[in-house]
């Protein structure tokens, strides 16, 4: 896969899923009153919020493993990633005492580490999640799994607003998902509006963009290489800074 194809990958199945969510959102927005449409839009930010996250972290994985770079000039999680049979193994095995386990995985590690990154993923299958799993309940602690196990950074700027996300559009979604009755009572500023559900949009996909962005800077800089790393500390920040900065946009708007 080249960069370009990548890159058109990622853009393709963002573009799709923003304008569905922009489609029903302009619908409910000239139909306030409808219910339906406010819960039906809180449902589908989330559908497209895991489904993006999912297939573009698959796509990602995919990107390096046919790079054909060999494992140690790559960051570690991707040793963990070639490994991961091995060391669910000696999880499960952990009270075998003859340290057989771990001696074979200390050589299938030393071996590999010469060898060329290379894993099956298939993006397309929604159903795959040997390495890519959201658990179908894609709240920021799972999604910051994911993010470690592509070897990216968890912002900060995230992580002081995962209550956020999690009672506004988790807490919410499982909610009207299972057929319950939206509960105002149960709400923390946050309301079933379109007011409301425009802010949650927004942070949603501030996430998704700066992901993208980042998954394309790290693909076309080789900030997945442990060569690199320098380089990609510094680019740490910066996103970080920018995120922050796109989050008090629009909570001050």
Known sequence: MRYEQFENFLDEDLAWR??????????????????????????????HWEGYIKKASKLYIKYISEEKIKVNQLSTNFTAIILKSQ?????D??????????LSFMASYLKKQEKKFKVRINPDNDY????????SNLKPKVFKTIINIIGLSYKSAIETREHYINSHLLANRNCIGHGSPFDEDAQVDFSLTIDDIDKLKQIIFSI???????????????????ANETQRLAYIQQKELELENVFASIENS
Do not use: G, H, M, P
Not at 93 to 101: D, G
């Open 18 to 47: 923003k304008r569905e969510v922009s489609e029903l959102y302009f619908l409910a927005k000239d139909n306030t009153d409808k219910e339906t449409l406010l819960k039906s839009l809180i449902l589908l930010l989330y559908a």
């Open 87 to 91: 060391i669910s193994k000696c999880i």
């Open 93 to 102: 095995e952990s009270e075998n005492l003859t340290l057989a386990n771990e």
């Open 128 to 135: 795959e999640n040997k390495i890519i799993d959201t658990q």
């Open 208 to 226: 998704i963009d700066n992901f993208r962005d980042e998954l394309l800077d790290y693909a076309n800089d080789e900030l997945y290489k442990v």
